[in-house]
């Protein structure tokens, strides 16, 4: 299987440290998030990457290169610096891609174990999304989970992690340019063709400054590297 990570964003809440580097290349413990990334689904197996690119992108495929400094192979897909959302990025991607393939935000911060993905989803899924407990600054939530399956409303709400694994046939119908990935997310879900999990453990979405202090701070404490 091969992984997608998003790092085509342009990081607004990250300013100004993103006025003169792209979101995925902040450093945390000593190496930008997306090395982090990379090298925690390298463990996990993942060979081959794909890495978007839009706001200063250049400066994320000098700092990766080709990937063989982190044993893997990295192949980029560049669009407009405005970018084109989630899924208009994903989308233009696919002709690289396997199916099924790993999606993962490159702005994430975890120690979440990404080998258990490589064999899902299974049956007639066309997504499998990785949730979390709602953090602070997202109460409400995106998904609820019942029964392994991911559905677009419920009682209890968890928030999608940025980590979600999709068949080809998920983007059927779709056209290039941008658009989201939550509508397409929510339709299949509403038809009972999502499965999920909840994540327990580390796990931050490193929008603003703030959370890049608190994601700093836990990884002191866990001596510098997530596990």
Known sequence: MKAMILAAG???????LTDRLPKPLVEVAGKPLIVHLIEALARAGFRDLVVNLGYRGAQIREALGDGSAFGVDIAY???????????????????????????????LGTDY?????????????????????????????DFALEAGRVLPEGMRRYTFSGIGVYRQALF????????????????????????????????????????????????????????
Do not use: M
């Open 172 to 227: 059927a119908g779709c056209r290039p340019g941008r658009f989201p990935l939550a509508p397409l997310l929510r339709r299949a879900a509403a038809a009972g063709r999502v499965s999920g999990e909840v994540y327990q453990g580390a796990w931050s979405d490193i929008g603003t400054p703030g959370r890049l202090a608190a994601w700093r701070r836990q990884l002191r404490k866990r001596g510098g590297e997530p596990s």
């Open 10 to 16: 342009r990081g607004e809440r990250l300013r100004p």
């Open 77 to 107: 897909s560049p669009e407009p610096e405005a970018a084109l959302e989630t899924g208009g990025g994903i989308f233009q991607a696919l002709p690289q891609l396997s199916d099924p393939f790993l999606v993962v935000n490159g702005d």
């Open 113 to 141: 174990p990404f080998a258990r993905l490589s064999a899902l989803p299974a049956g007639d899924a066309l997504a499998h999304l990785v949730l979390v407990p709602n953090p602070p600054h997202h109460p409400a939530g």
